[in-house]
């Protein structure tokens, strides 16, 4: 476990995890909000975890981390901090399945990364990237302390974004 909170666990991805990064990476919010990553397979959802995630963890010390409930422990969605060769800073990330929106779990999990971020990580300072209509995102954002910049486009996204950062 990477860390917890009152009703999550986040921890690596593994290619035991490759069903539901395929489930929520075809999602069509995920498609729309966050892009196609081009997962359409169980081999290619495996990929993603080796070359996405799993590179992430070896090179940086984080990524992103899946979110599970725990009792039962059930996959919810993935929470966790990326590093693009593109941008400067650390950014947290998240996305659920849509069963488990509005239910709190973007908010707890998100809290908990922050929290792993500055203590165990050192990171004062993190940025955000939501869609342009992505208001459940930017809310989320907000409630966590984050302020939005401006508008940027980063060419891996095809298409401009909203910036927000936490110092």
């Known amino acids: 476990m990477v860390c ?4 999550l666990q986040l921890r690596h991805l593994v290619d035991s995890d490759a069903e539901f990064i ?3 990476l075809t999602d069509p919010d995920f498609v729309r909000n966050i892009g196609d990553r081009g997962v359409s397979t169980l081999e290619t959802a495996r990929g993603y975890i080796s070359t996405g995630p799993g590179a992430s963890y070896a090179r940086y010390g984080f990524g992103l981390f899946l979110v599970q409930l725990q009792d039962p422990v059930v996959p919810i969605g993935i929470c966790g901090l990326l590093k693009r060769d593109s941008h400067p800073d650390v950014e947290i990330g998240f996305a659920y399945l849509p069963e488990f929106r509005g239910k ?3 908010l707890e999990a998100a809290a908990a990364v922050l929290n792993f971020a500055e203590q165990s990580l050192g990171l004062n300072r993190l940025t955000a990237l939501t869609a342009l209509d992505n208001h459940a995102s930017m809310k989320l954002l907000e409630k966590l302390g984050f302020e939005f910049l401006g508008l940027v486009h980063l060419n891996e996204l095809g298409r401009p974004s909203r910036m927000y950062a936490k110092t």
Do not use: F, W
């Open 22 to 24: 395929l489930e929520l």
């Open 104 to 106: 709190g779990y973007a």
């Open 4 to 7: 917890t909170s009152k009703r």
